[in-house]
Each structure stands twice: as C-alpha cells, then as structure tokens.
C-alpha cells in the first residue's frame, strides 16, 4: 500500500476490520480491511467488489477465511455504502465503475492483487482483469460472468429510456422506523435474503434521520443505463481475461442453466468452475464454508 490510502480510526478488535477511503479524483471510495493473521509469502493482496444496491459487508462471511493468509480489502462502489455518489448530471454507467477500481488500484496498491467480484461487481473485476491484465494475478466471480448485454439494435431505445429518467429524477428514499424494518425489506428483495443475512447488510446502506431511516445509496442506481454492451463486446471482455479465473456458481443464483452460458465459459482461457448450494448471496447467506474453501483453496500458490 502506499502513502494515498487513509485509514479511520475504526478498531478491528471491536468489528474485525478497519474502515479504509481511498480518495479519487472525483469522489471518495470508502471499504474496509481485514489484516492478514498470518500472511503467507508471496501472496498479494485481495481486493472486493459486492453486488448492485449492496456494500462491502456483502463478504463479512468470506473476507475474515480469506485473511488468514494475506489482507483483505473490500470496497464499497460508487453511490454503494459509504462511499461518494456520481456529481449531479453523472449515472452510473458500467465502464466508469471499472475507472474507479482502476484508480484505486493505482493510487492505493503496489503490484498485481488478486480480485473477487460478486454480481455487478463480478462484472466489473472481469472488465478490469480484461483491460489491465498485468494488475491481476487471479480472479474469482461468484454468480457473475461478464456484462449484462443488449442487442444493438435496442440501443437507441435504451439510450431514450435513460435519458427520460434521468430528466424525471428519482422519487422519495423509502424511509424505516427501525433499520429491524428495513433489514426485512431487503430480505424480501429482488436477490432474497435471510433476515440474518439482510441484518448483517442494510446498516451500511442506511442513514439516520429525525423519521427513522433511509437508504443512502443513491437512487440514480435505479436508473436505466444510457448505454450496455452487446454480445460481440462482452465476448471480448471474457475473452481479453488473462488471469486465472475461479467461476462460483450457486445452484439458485441468477446465472441459470450452463447451456445458457457455454458460449462464454468456453470465452475465458483459463476457467475453473464449481457449483455451489445456496441463493445468488452464496458467499453471505446460509452455509458459506464451501465458498471459503473454494476460493481460499484457489488463491493459495496451490490453486
């Protein structure tokens, strides 16, 4: 790490990590860091990227395996946990998620890291491995594999559909009388989640008010994007990743059925692949051992 990186004065005693900002040129990354216990030689560190409308504490499971052996870091995305929003007039378009890794790893890190991605952060680790190759020593996606695409045709269409929200604004945050209420309103979510899994997530993503609570993601995530990918384009992404690559599958996650996505399983050079039980959050919900251990087991010098 370099001089760059600020650390808060959070105790790891007390919650088992640090609070970690990373300031961009733009807007401030926020996370945490779970100190290696014992760091193995050679080992670089591990960097985290959680799903759409979650945060960093999306691996409060998985990181503290992970550190038994180097540092783990996790990070909250833009408009994400505690981390800055987009200015006004700014979305939340694909590419500039990878920008703020980018910067990230510039700024913050010396040498190549290892990077885990959950769902839309998945994506964006994947687009990263792809585009600066020489920066990621391994890769793992968990329920994840390379953008969301739309046919080409469609994106006039998708390009008047966001700029329309864009001008309509967002509505209302929903607000809570108990982060309790608003831990089973994410349980219930498009993802679903245990009301232990849910609890130990929303506290990142709510602010208080003299009302209750609110969400302080930033509702533009909501927003249609001005713009996805096609299918020719996130093949070169798969296809562009040079690291080795760990595929978690969970066997109720979002990805569906692996005919579906055979195209791009035969896209990424060097794939390894399991099968997991568990929901599309198998790495935070339920039985998340055989995660650990997949991953754990992948990163090591023997993986």
């Not at 105790?11 to 970690?20: A, C, F, H, L, N």
């Not at 990354?29 to 759409?52: N, S, Y």
Request: hydrophobic fraction near 40%.
């Amino acid at each position: 790490m370099n001089d760059s990186l600020a650390v808060s004065p959070v105790s790891p005693e007390d919650t088992g990590y640090q609070e970690m900002r990373w300031p961009l040129r733009h807007l401030t990354i926020a996370g945490v860091h779970w100190p290696a216990e014992q760091r193995e030689p050679q080992r670089p560190p591990v960097v985290m990227l959680h799903g759409w409308l979650d945060n960093c504490l999306s691996f409060s499971r998985l990181a503290p395996a992970l550190a038994e052996a180097t540092d783990v870091y996790a990070l909250d995305m833009a408009g994400h946990g505690h981390s800055g929003h987009r200015p006004a007039g700014q979305g939340y378009l694909l590419a500039d998620y990878v920008a703020d890794l980018a910067e990230v790893l510039e700024t913050g890190f010396e040498g190549p890291v290892d990077l885990v991605g959950h769902s839309l952060g998945g994506i964006v680790c994947m687009m990263y491995a792809a585009a600066f190759p020489e920066k990621v020593r391994k890769l793992v996606v968990i329920d994840s594999l390379g953008p969301i695409t739309k046919a080409s045709n469609e994106a006039v269409s998708q390009l008047r559909r966001g700029i329309i929200k864009r001008l309509a604004g967002s509505g209302s945050s929903a607000g809570y009388r108990t982060r309790e209420e608003a831990a089973t309103a994410r349980a219930g979510g498009l993802s679903p989640l245990s009301p232990e899994a849910a609890a130990q997530l929303v506290g990142r993503n709510l602010r208080e008010t003299a009302q209750g609570y609110q969400w302080r993601t930033d509702p533009r995530l909501r927003h249609p994007s001005l713009m996805m990918y096609n299918d020719d384009q996130a093949m070169a992404f798969l296809e562009g990743v040079q690291a080795p690559t760990l595929l978690v599958r969970a066997e109720g996650g979002l990805l569906g059925t692996r005919e579906r996505w055979q195209r791009r399983l035969d896209a990424v050079h060097r794939l390894t692949e399991i099968t997991v039980a568990g929901s599309h959050h198998c790495h935070l919900d339920g039985d998340t051992r055989p995660v650990a251990d997949a991953v754990g087991e992948f990163l090591s010098d023997k993986g």
